[in-house]
């Protein structure tokens, strides 16, 4: 018996193409998977059928290629996420090097990092760093200079990563001021006076005045609870991305000073003298009047009777916040968003600072019983997470309020003033809140690739007063770049480094502030009493306006809502043309990229390879063809010169020399003093 075998079905390759098409390279043009592997969409390739397109070839060119997404140039076309390293370079076209060698900078280096992290410092380390004095700061001279060249030319590039920052900041000013008006009247105002600012504000004799009797009333709210103060790398980057949603955080809020109302109204009634309510960021509108176009300029002033007394109580509210853009504007929203971010423990502060509860602990133990309980239905029930990028904004904030009493006195007076003060605490370091952070300041480095800024004057000046009120010596700065968010520096505060600085940088005494302070607050006891705003106007530069409301409507007069909206939205347009812009690199501070690049700050780079090479005596050449005879003239000879005529050639050259080195000293004054 015969088997049937299969054959095969016969119109299996019926009307097939030749094996020839099949067998062909990967690489030939005309291959099925060559063809996939490289196809292109045809609503890319438009131009292509009209002429060669260079859009593929436009990276080998040696121009700097430009952002497809917002046609901006590259800075740099290859990021190596791997590492934690910066992609900064310190900016030296013009190649200058380091007077000082590799291992004289890496020794001052040391000495640097070690007195910034209070470690013990290297003899060695200390014998280099005096020895080299002269050198460093001749160095840091040109160095400074050659930095404030380089920020006025490249202005424009330095300043771009702040765009973002502008336009969440202008969102959330108008979302506030919204808020903030539902509550004002708009009443019209007219100038009732012009009281001195306090540079004009000086007693017959010059005195010092000081803060006293400070005492912690009461402290309620959610403060974080913060044993070790450092931001992270990745949280930052995470915010960076979600910037938009958490930057309106406290638009909508009330004020944190509500939270102390009741136990401040209760001392008032006790006050057996005139009293004085004042806030920590009122506080600073007085201090810092005109410093810096990005500060607020306008606060509401109340004067009124004590009940049952003779004396007065003037009561400063929170300042309007400001119309224009810049440092303090950008580190403002960036602490805002970040308190509302960033992963942390709060505790619930409550009568007096005597019970706290952990809610963040509360919460995590009890998801902790029900995973327990519940880890088959856990496992199996799905739930759709929302898109972050769907996720509401963050309108709300956590905030709290120290409310704080201390007394101004002169130093040879027995009177003083009585006053009241409210502010925020950034963090505890003990969940018995014993342990009050001095202050925390998020300062956003323009110049990352420069180094690390000094303070503003208002930084610093915050930073004392927080100090002296909440009566610790130990504050924070976190120092991040404004570039990509990257950590640079975790700098810690202290009370005597501030005082120096301000001595330093601005000369300001703060003794002698406080006295014109005290004498501009003697002011305010003369006017009667009602409701006010005090404002400042670049107009009159040597005085705040003193405004009243008024019933009937003047050409000089103006409606209290559109002052505080203003014209147009805040813009970084004044900051940007204003003369004061800048601020130097410290001398003193190490940050992420000096210890990377092994980098001096305020010193140029040490030049690689900088060993000379032994020169070689020169051989004449021997020439293939003859030279030609040349032709010699004879001259008289000159006469020896007499001695008085080479003692007046050397005092010139002495006179020009110096001469020359005083035109260079007075140029880096002139610098220096900016």
């Known amino acids: 018996m015969e088997t049937n075998l299969y054959k095969g079905n016969v119109t299996t390759f019926r009307n097939q193409p030749s094996y020839r098409v099949f067998n062909k390279s990967i690489e030939h043009t005309d291959d099925s998977l060559f063809t996939f592997l490289n196809d292109v969409d045809s609503e890319l390739l438009k131009d292509e059928q009209v002429a060669r397109s260079n859009v593929f070839t436009s990276y080998a060119s040696r121009f700097t290629r430009k952002d497809p997404r917002t046609q901006q140039l590259m800075n740099c076309t290859i990021y190596d996420h791997t590492t934690n390293l910066l992609a900064y370079e310190f900016p030296n076209p013009q190649e200058r090097f380091s007077s000082l ?29 005096r020895v080299t004095n002269g050198k460093r700061c001749k160095e840091q001279q040109l160095v400074q200079k050659h930095i404030f060249d380089y920020a006025n030319a490249q202005k424009e590039r330095i300043y771009a990563p702040m765009k973002p920052l502008v336009l ?12 903030v008006i539902r509550g004002l009247p708009n009443h019209s105002y007219a100038t009732h006076s012009g009281l001195p600012q306090l540079s004009q504000c000086k007693a017959l004799n010059e005195q010092a005045a000081s803060m006293e009797d400070i005492h912690l009333i009461c402290h309620r709210g959610l403060v974080r609870l ?25 638009t909508s809020d009330k004020p944190a000073s509500q939270l102390v109302e009741t136990t401040l109204e209760q001392h008032l009634l006790e006050a057996d003298k005139d009293v004085y309510v004042v806030p920590l960021e009122s506080l600073l509108l007085l201090l810092t009047p005109g410093a810096y176009v990005d500060l607020p300029t306008e606060v509401l002033l109340h004067i009124r009777e004590i009940p049952n007394s003779e004396h007065k109580c003037i009561q400063f509210e929170e300042p309007m916040p400001a119309r224009n853009c810049g440092w303090h504007t950008n580190s403002r929203l960036l602490t805002a968003a970040y308190a509302a971010y960033g992963t942390a423990q709060w505790l619930q502060l409550s009568n007096d600072v005597e019970e706290i509860k952990k809610q963040h602990v509360a919460q995590h133990i009890t998801t902790q019983k029900l995973a327990k309980e519940n880890v088959g239905e856990l496992l199996m029930e799905y739930k759709l997470l929302p898109i972050d990028d769907d996720a509401p904004v963050v309108t709300e904030a956590k905030a709290n309020c120290a409310l704080v009493s201390w007394r101004l006195r002169a130093a040879e007076s027995k009177e003083s003033l009585l006053m009241y003060s409210s502010l925020s605490v950034a963090a505890v370091r003990d969940p018995a809140a014993n342990q009050i952070l001095g202050c925390h ?10 180094g690390c800024e000094i303070m503003t004057k208002y930084e610093l000046l915050s930073a004392w007063l927080q100090f002296q009120l909440l009566q610790s010596n130990v504050g924070h700065c976190s120092r991040i770049s404004l570039r990509d968010l990257s950590p640079l520096l975790e700098q810690q505060l202290t009370l005597s480094a501030v005082e120096q600085q301000l001595n330093e940088y601005y000369q300001i005494s703060m003794p002698q502030l406080l006295s014109q302070l005290q004498e501009f607050l003697k002011l305010l006891r003369t006017v009667a009493p009602g409701d006010y705003l005090l404002r400042y106007t670049s107009k009159y530069k040597d005085k705040f306006l003193l405004c009243q409301p008024t019933s009937v409507d003047t050409p000089k007069s103006f409606k209290l809502h559109d002052l505080l909206l203003g014209t147009s939205s805040p813009n970084d347009i004044s900051f940007l043309t204003q003369s004061n812009s800048y601020l130097p690199i410290s001398p003193l501070l190490c940050s992420r990229l000096h210890e990377q690049l092994q980098l001096l700050p305020c010193a140029f780079p040490v030049k690689v390879g ?26 008289r000879k000159q006469k020896p010169r007499t001695r008085v005529g080479r003692r007046k050639n050397s005092r010139q050259r002495k006179r020009a020399v110096a001469k020359a080195q005083q035109e260079q000293d007075k140029e880096l004054d002139k610098f220096m003093c900016l």
Not at 101 to 117: D, E, G, I, M, V
Not at 168 to 179: A, V
Not at 610 to 635: G, M, W
């Open 226 to 250: 913060w044993p070790e103060v450092r931001m992270s790398g990745q949280e930052l980057s995470n915010l960076r991305v979600r910037l938009e949603r958490y930057a309106y955080a406290g």
């Open 441 to 450: 300041l998020i300062k956003l480095e323009n110049k990352p690739d420069c």
């Open 101 to 129: 060698s590799a291992a004289q900078q890496t020794a001052c280096l040391r000495l640097l990092l070690a007195w910034q992290q209070n470690l013990a410092e290297s003899e060695d380390d200390f014998v280099v760093w």
């Open 168 to 179: 969440l900041y202008s969102k959330w000013f108008t979302m506030r001021m919204q808020h």
């Open 610 to 635: 900088a060993s000379r090479k032994k020169s070689l005596p020169a051989t004449k050449k021997k020439s293939k063809l003859e030279e030609q005879p040349t032709l010699v003239q004879r001259i």
